[in-house]
């Protein structure tokens, strides 16, 4: 486990360490996205700004496929 005296990570026994729950969290993120409104997953696209009210992230405006759109909410930006 890493050296450590006594165990602290996750051990997924076909797959390394933390990639068990990375792929539960993303799974379960593709179904709320399908089935409500509440998420939407927006891929190969570049975010151009982030949207502003008082400091606070509102949204955000990005480009894909040589158009621009607008997201308003919780943004989420991922590499």
């Known amino acids: 486990l890493g050296g450590h005296s006594a165990p602290r990570t ?3 026994k076909e797959r390394f360490p933390g990639m068990t729950i990375t792929y539960a969290l993303i799974q379960m993120l593709e179904r709320v996205a399908e089935r409500t409104d509440k998420a939407r997953i927006v891929t ?3 975010a151009t700004k982030l949207l502003t009210n008082g400091g606070a992230c509102v ?3 990005y480009e ?3 158009l621009d759109f607008q997201e308003h ?3 989420i930006l991922a590499t």
């Open 44 to 46: 190969k696209a570049r």
């Open 10 to 12: 996750h051990r997924g």
């Open 59 to 61: 949204g955000l405006v």
């Open 64 to 66: 894909k496929g040589g």
């Open 73 to 75: 909410g919780p943004v």
